[in-house]
């Protein structure tokens, strides 16, 4: 039988519980050591979580929060958000906190914002030493579901002209880590004002971030 984690679902009932019933669900950015700007992308989280409480009725805290990766808080928090242009650097402590995290019912949002990559493809091996990246493909829920993302990942920018993908961490069978490659998802969450995106593009980036958020808290279930 699987495995069921309770956290989880006290979060999912929150998640969408009416906000005169149920507490708040705070989701945070993730800080980070190495002088990578963990805090890129200033606008974005905050925009997605409007969305979300609009669209979808979720009912997350307004404001998001910053939670380091060697921090006990990091287990508030099932959703957490991970970006950056820079070096990327996890201490052992830090290393061993996210992945107590990640196997207790955590989830990892990392979004490479066009030179997050090689830093990550390092950090990632001293938190899941023994597990690989696995293409996430064009079927599976993450995109499914609130809206449909029959082709995966929307391309937000362009760079080097390389389609979006989509690559995961799996535990138990469940995506721990879900990291957005050539994509630029964050950026599409941003104030409309920082990147001067197409509303159709921007309104595209924020749907499928809903649909990470509502996996994030429903996959355990």
């Known amino acids: 039988m699987k495995k069921i984690n309770i956290f989880t679902i006290i979060s999912f009932f929150n998640l969408f519980a009416q906000p005169l019933l149920s507490q708040e669900i705070k989701i945070a950015r993730l800080k980070y050591d190495g002088g990578g700007d963990w805090y890129a992308n200033k606008t974005a989280l905050i925009n997605l979580i409007s969305f979300t409480n609009e669209n979808i009725k979720t009912n997350l805290f307004k404001n998001e929060e910053y939670v380091?990766?060697?921090s006990a808080d990091l287990f508030l928090y099932p959703y957490v958000y991970m970006t950056?242009?820079?070096?990327v650097n996890f201490n052992p402590v830090q290393s061993s906190n996210l992945n107590k995290y990640l196997t207790s019912g955590g989830f990892l949002h990392i979004?490479?914002?066009?030179?997050?990559d090689p830093f990550i493809q390092l950090e990632i091996k001293k938190i899941f030493p023994n597990k690989d990246w696995v293409e996430i493909p064009?079927?599976?829920e993450i995109y499914h579901q609130y809206y449909n993302?029959?082709?995966g990942l929307p391309k937000i920018h362009q760079h080097d002209g390389n389609p979006p993908q989509g690559f995961?961490?799996?535990?138990?069978?469940k995506l721990v880590v879900f990291y957005t490659y050539e994509c630029d998802l964050g950026n599409g969450w941003e104030d409309a004002s920082v990147h001067n995106d197409p509303p159709e593009l921007r309104l595209q980036a924020l749907k499928?971030?809903?649909?990470?958020?509502?996996y994030a808290f429903s996959?355990?279930?």
Do not use: S
């Not at 979004?111 to 997050?116: C, E, F, H, S, T």
């Not at 995961?168 to 069978?173: A, D, M, V």
């Open 149 to 151: 993302f029959d082709n």
């Open 168 to 173: 995961g961490i799996f535990h138990q069978g």
């Open 68 to 70: 380091d990766a060697g």
């Open 111 to 116: 979004d490479d914002n066009y030179g997050l």
């Open 219 to 221: 996959a355990n279930l």
């Open 84 to 87: 950056g242009h820079g070096n």
């Open 138 to 140: 064009f079927d599976h």
């Open 208 to 214: 499928m971030g809903a649909n990470i958020i509502c």
